[in-house]
């Protein structure tokens, strides 16, 4: 447990966390390791966990019909999935190791307990996700406004 | 500088200036004919399209002789006068912007050979030399602002500069004022300082009908020389200060030009432009009344053959869609933008750029406008605006 | 190099209005609609730039544009301009054929800092086709490797096929003392490298202090610009080319107004703090 523990103090999701709000979160959590191309979770199953990224680019894909379309990357140093924090608590999207990816995965039954045990660790926990979250949202917001795309007018 | 005599004491008015001369009322025709004999085509005020313009002149019955305008916001009349005054009008529609820079000025022409390689001939044609007769103190200030565009920035426009010197400046001290003018807010106005070879005083007092003349160059003061006029006397001095102090206390509209310019920076997002908005049809008028306005475009045109291109550099005005156009749109998509972007430019901006105001005071976009905007009107109510927000800076 | 540089910056001409032909010695088709042509002065005579200034295009009888200058200013007597088609007259100027002539007026406008950049890192920031007005700059930082400390190239375009000049970022990308990175907007399950906009590569970026050199959509800029903020890097080492629509490139015709600034003369490429508050005001 020590061990997980110290992974989660070099990661920048964690700075700065009570250090017993981290000894609890790194209960559990657990190491895992992904080989290229397999699937970390599929859209529609349910999320009972997340995971901080420590090495390898996971892409995040939706099936778009006519083929698969990578719409985020994340890599080292990143969080992904929220979809446990909200209710029916199920992926919103595939997500596949693009390389090999060493991750910390959380048990999120076991967190949502302790989060509500604990509302002033939950809340703290709800705050690092919020930021997470809305850089998701800003990023996507850029993405979709095709600010390379061709101009329809011009000189 | 106003018209004053230099080596004698003020009291002493019956003796003679030494700066000014009395040019007799017959005698106009005397010195436009000099201006010509030196090679110079006259351009004046004259009767045209029911205003007075400013374009080429022949003589003196060119003139808007007798002739004055009532004009106020969106308004503009000719009327007689009930005397024979030469000048006694204010402004018109037209600028001398126009023959400085003229609507439409060739650039350059392209000739392409069969193989398809051009060859460019900037058509450096051979500049008028024009004499500019009865110009504003507000004109020669709008003048000398677009001096500071055209001549006085990292580069030159050549043909401006080849008009610019050669042109003679008659100019004339305004003796009646508009109700749209504010030259005195602005300090443009209405006496002359400098950057004039001649400037008349036109003086009408009982049967006398005569002009203080005074020179501002060399080459004006050999004109005064050589039409032989006799030297102004103190009380034809002050006759003629007395005259323009009437177009000081006719000015029409005010403007608080303190803090103006820190004023509209902060005014970007005051409610006022939407009302102005409203009002404001886009048309542009504005800015090609404005003596000071110097945007263009460069329009591109090619023969049929496709053997020679022209490119012709004509006004513009940046209340049109098309002047802000990059690729993907306008960057000034409505008339909230655009007109903010016209009278921040005015009067801020411009100062920023060229180290003076954009605006002269002649009143001109005030009396052209179609809805009778009134740039005045708009400052203050922005500053008005700010100070029911803010309680004031 | 350095007095070339600021030689070029201070360049006038006799008749800043008079068009200069230029024969077009290759047109490179680089991605979809997007064209880098080479020139060379049709009189013989050099032609000198610094990196970051622009010229006015002129397609015979159609028109003239402003096009960033995308070659290597050390290239002296070859021009080279990367044209998006978006209009009449940069469509006409993506299809010039060798030994057609264009018309140059310029080089106009102010330069990347690549002087004061001397003993700091470097990244450069650039969006779409932004990264042609940023590649004289890179040509520069390389040619004088030694004087600079780290540099970062990040690098976002719309998706894999629109990545710009995609083999020199390759080759480039194989040098051990510069960094690359590239990401996309979005991608096919084929692409291995980062999906997401461009301001989540600079956290990952090894610059991470200096000076920063931003060039790609307004508004893409503006969200670069708060993420090196957000970084810790000073507001007065970031500098944007500006684009505005431009008739004459010299501060006569009052087109690329952007406040009291003409983008032509006084930009394309300014410091962060002077038009901070302009970027702020829609539709100035």
């Given at each position: 447990?020590?061990?997980?523990?110290?992974?989660?103090?070099?990661?920048?999701?964690?700075?700065?966390?009570?250090?017993?709000?981290?000894?609890?979160?790194?209960?559990?959590?657990?190491?895992?390791?992904?080989?290229?191309?397999?699937?970390?979770?599929?859209?529609?199953?349910?999320?009972?966990?997340?995971?901080?990224?420590?090495?390898?680019?996971?892409?995040?894909?939706?099936?778009?019909?006519?083929?698969?379309?990578?719409?985020?990357?994340?890599?080292?140093?990143?969080?992904?999935?929220?979809?446990?924090?909200?209710?029916?608590?199920?992926?919103?999207?595939?997500?596949?190791?693009?390389?090999?990816?060493?991750?910390?995965?959380?048990?999120?039954?076991?967190?949502?307990?302790?989060?509500?045990?604990?509302?002033?660790?939950?809340?703290?926990?709800?705050?690092?996700?919020?930021?997470?979250?809305?850089?998701?949202?800003?990023?996507?917001?850029?993405?979709?406004?095709?600010?390379?795309?061709?101009?329809?007018?011009?000189? | 500088?106003?018209?004053?005599?230099?080596?004698?004491?003020?009291?002493?008015?019956?003796?003679?200036?030494?700066?000014?001369?009395?040019?007799?009322?017959?005698?106009?025709?005397?010195?436009?004919?000099?201006?010509?004999?030196?090679?110079?085509?006259?351009?004046?005020?004259?009767?045209?399209?029911?205003?007075?313009?400013?374009?080429?002149?022949?003589?003196?019955?060119?003139?808007?002789?007798?002739?004055?305008?009532?004009?106020?916001?969106?308004?503009?009349?000719?009327?007689?006068?009930?005397?024979?005054?030469?000048?006694?009008?204010?402004?018109?529609?037209?600028?001398?912007?126009?023959?400085?820079?003229?609507?439409?000025?060739?650039?350059?022409?392209?000739?392409?050979?069969?193989?398809?390689?051009?060859?460019?001939?900037?058509?450096?044609?051979?500049?008028?030399?024009?004499?500019?007769?009865?110009?504003?103190?507000?004109?020669?200030?709008?003048?000398?602002?677009?001096?500071?565009?055209?001549?006085?920035?990292?580069?030159?426009?050549?043909?401006?500069?080849?008009?610019?010197?050669?042109?003679?400046?008659?100019?004339?001290?305004?003796?009646?004022?508009?109700?749209?003018?504010?030259?005195?807010?602005?300090?443009?106005?209405?006496?002359?300082?400098?950057?004039?070879?001649?400037?008349?005083?036109?003086?009408?007092?009982?049967?006398?009908?005569?002009?203080?003349?005074?020179?501002?160059?060399?080459?004006?003061r050999e004109l005064i020389d050589e039409l032989a006029?006799?030297?102004?006397?103190?009380?034809?001095?002050?006759?003629?200060?007395?005259?323009?102090?009437?177009?000081?206390?006719?000015?029409?509209?005010?403007?608080?030009?303190?803090?103006?310019?820190?004023?509209?920076?902060?005014?970007?997002?005051?409610?006022?432009?939407?009302?102005?908005?409203?009002?404001?049809?886009?048309?542009?008028?504005?800015?090609?009344?404005?003596?000071?306005?110097?945007?263009?475009?460069?329009?591109?045109?090619?023969?049929?053959?496709?053997?020679?291109?022209?490119?012709?550099?004509?006004?513009?005005?940046?209340?049109?869609?098309?002047?802000?156009?990059?690729?993907?749109?306008?960057?000034?998509?409505?008339?909230?933008?655009?007109?903010?972007?016209?009278?921040?430019?005015?009067?801020?901006?411009?100062?920023?750029?060229?180290?003076?105001?954009?605006?002269?005071?002649?009143?001109?976009?005030?009396?052209?406008?179609?809805?009778?905007?009134?740039?005045?009107?708009?400052?203050?109510?922005?500053?008005?605006?700010?100070?029911?927000?803010?309680?004031?800076? | 190099?350095?007095?070339?540089?600021?030689?070029?910056?201070?360049?006038?001409?006799?008749?800043?209005?008079?068009?200069?032909?230029?024969?077009?010695?290759?047109?490179?088709?680089?991605?979809?609609?997007?064209?880098?042509?080479?020139?060379?002065?049709?009189?013989?005579?050099?032609?000198?730039?610094?990196?970051?200034?622009?010229?006015?295009?002129?397609?015979?009888?159609?028109?003239?544009?402003?096009?960033?200058?995308?070659?290597?200013?050390?290239?002296?007597?070859?021009?080279?301009?990367?044209?998006?088609?978006?209009?009449?007259?940069?469509?006409?100027?993506?299809?010039?054929?060798?030994?057609?002539?264009?018309?140059?007026?310029?080089?106009?406008?102010?330069?990347?800092?690549?002087?004061?950049?001397?003993?700091?890192?470097?990244?450069?920031?650039?969006?779409?086709?932004?990264?042609?007005?940023?590649?004289?700059?890179?040509?520069?930082?390389?040619?004088?490797?030694?004087?600079?400390?780290?540099?970062?190239?990040?690098?976002?375009?719309?998706?894999?096929?629109?990545?710009?000049?995609?083999?020199?970022?390759?080759?480039?990308?194989?040098?051990?003392?510069?960094?690359?990175?590239?990401?996309?907007?979005?991608?096919?399950?084929?692409?291995?490298?980062?999906?997401?906009p461009v301001t989540t590569l600079i956290p990952r970026?090894?610059?991470?202090?200096?000076?920063?050199?931003?060039?790609?959509?307004?508004?893409?800029?503006?969200?670069?610009?708060?993420?090196?903020?957000?970084?810790?890097?000073?507001?007065?080492?970031?500098?944007?080319?500006?684009?505005?629509?431009?008739?004459?490139?010299?501060?006569?015709?009052?087109?690329?107004?952007?406040?009291?600034?003409?983008?032509?003369?006084?930009?394309?490429?300014?410091?962060?703090?002077?038009?901070?508050?302009?970027?702020?005001?829609?539709?100035?």
């Amino acid at each position: 447990m020590e061990g997980i523990e110290k992974l989660l103090k070099e990661h920048p999701f964690f700075e700065g966390i009570d250090a017993a709000d981290l000894a609890t979160i790194a209960g559990c959590g657990a190491n895992v390791r992904f080989e290229v191309g397999e699937f970390i979770c599929r859209e529609g199953e349910e999320a009972n966990c997340f995971y901080a990224i420590r090495a390898g680019r996971v892409a995040l894909e939706l099936s778009a019909g006519n083929g698969d379309i990578v719409i985020q990357t994340l890599d080292q140093n990143d969080i992904f999935g929220w979809s446990w924090l909200i209710p029916p608590y199920r992926w919103a999207f595939d997500a596949r190791a693009v390389e090999v990816v060493r991750a910390v995965r959380f048990d999120c039954s076991c967190l949502r307990a302790k989060c509500d045990g604990d509302p002033r660790m939950g809340y703290d926990f709800m705050k690092r996700f919020a930021k997470v979250i809305v850089d998701r949202l800003e990023a996507m917001r850029l993405q979709i406004l095709d600010m390379y795309g061709k101009p329809t007018v011009g000189v | 500088m106003k018209v004053r005599p230099r080596d004698f004491p003020r009291e002493d008015s019956a003796r003679a200036s030494s700066a000014a001369s009395i040019l007799a009322r017959d005698a106009l025709p005397a010195l436009l004919a000099a201006l010509r004999t030196r090679g110079y085509q006259l351009v004046g005020p004259t009767l045209r399209d029911g205003a007075i313009a400013i374009d080429r002149i022949d003589g003196e019955s060119d003139l808007p002789i007798g002739w004055t305008e009532e004009q106020d916001g969106g308004r503009y009349r000719l009327r007689r006068r009930e005397d024979v005054a030469v000048f006694g009008y204010t402004v018109g529609p037209w600028s001398w912007k126009t023959f400085l820079v003229p609507p439409e000025t060739k650039l350059v022409t392209a000739k392409r050979d069969a193989g398809g390689a051009f060859t460019v001939d900037a058509g450096l044609a051979e500049e008028p030399k024009y004499a500019f007769i009865g110009v504003r103190s507000c004109e020669l200030r709008a003048i000398q602002v677009q001096d500071r565009v055209f001549l006085e920035g990292p580069y030159v426009d050549r043909g401006y500069r080849l008009r610019r010197e050669a042109a003679f400046i008659v100019a004339v001290n305004c003796t009646q004022a508009a109700p749209t003018c504010f030259c005195v807010s602005m300090r443009t106005g209405p006496h002359h300082e400098t950057g004039y070879d001649l400037v008349l005083t036109e003086i009408m007092e009982g049967q006398r009908h005569e002009f203080l003349v005074d020179a501002g160059t060399e080459r004006g003061r050999e004109l005064i020389d050589e039409l032989a006029l006799r030297p102004a006397m103190i009380a034809d001095v002050e006759g003629a200060e007395a005259a323009i102090d009437r177009a000081v206390a006719q000015n029409g509209r005010k403007v608080v030009t303190d803090g103006m310019r820190e004023l509209l920076y902060r005014s970007y997002e005051d409610p006022r432009w939407d009302d102005v908005a409203k009002r404001c049809m886009s048309c542009g008028n504005c800015t090609m009344v404005c003596p000071t306005c110097f945007c263009t475009t460069v329009e591109d045109a090619a023969d049929l053959a496709g053997k020679e291109a022209t490119r012709t550099r004509k006004w513009d005005s940046c209340h049109t869609l098309e002047f802000s156009y990059i690729h993907g749109g306008s960057l000034r998509p409505n008339a909230r933008s655009r007109y903010r972007q016209w009278m921040t430019h005015k009067l801020a901006t411009w100062i920023d750029q060229f180290g003076v105001a954009g605006c002269v005071g002649c009143g001109r976009c005030i009396t052209w406008c179609p809805a009778g905007i009134d740039i005045t009107e708009e400052l203050a109510a922005i500053r008005r605006s700010e100070e029911a927000r803010h309680g004031g800076h | 190099m350095e007095s070339q540089l600021l030689e070029s910056e201070q360049t006038s001409l006799a008749d800043p209005m008079a068009t200069r032909p230029f024969r077009v010695a290759k047109n490179q088709r680089e991605i979809d609609g997007t064209h880098t042509i080479e020139l060379r002065p049709a009189d013989g005579d050099g032609f000198r730039f610094a990196p970051g200034q622009f010229t006015m295009m002129y397609a015979f009888g159609i028109g003239e544009v402003p096009i960033s200058i995308s070659g290597d200013p050390a290239r002296a007597g070859t021009l080279e301009q990367t044209i998006r088609s978006v209009g009449a007259v940069s469509a006409a100027l993506c299809k010039v054929r060798r030994d057609d002539t264009v018309g140059i007026r310029g080089p106009f406008g102010t330069p990347w800092p690549v002087v004061p950049a001397v003993g700091n890192d470097v990244m450069l920031i650039a969006g779409g086709i932004g990264l042609a007005p940023l590649r004289p700059a890179i040509y520069h930082l390389l040619r004088n490797r030694a004087r600079y400390g780290k540099i970062s190239i990040l690098y976002g375009t719309r998706q894999p096929a629109d990545i710009l000049f995609r083999s020199e970022l390759e080759s480039w990308r194989g040098r051990f003392d510069l960094e690359v990175l590239v990401t996309v907007d979005s991608a096919g399950r084929d692409w291995r490298a980062p999906v997401g906009p461009v301001t989540t590569l600079i956290p990952r970026a090894a610059v991470r202090e200096g000076i920063a050199m931003v060039c790609g959509p307004e508004i893409m800029m503006r969200f670069t610009v708060q993420t090196l903020l957000d970084r810790g890097f000073d507001a007065d080492q970031i500098f944007l080319s500006m684009e505005r629509n431009m008739k004459c490139g010299i501060g006569f015709c009052g087109h690329c107004q952007m406040g009291p600034a003409f983008v032509c003369k006084d930009g394309p490429v300014f410091a962060y703090p002077d038009i901070e508050k302009l970027m702020r005001v829609r539709g100035i």
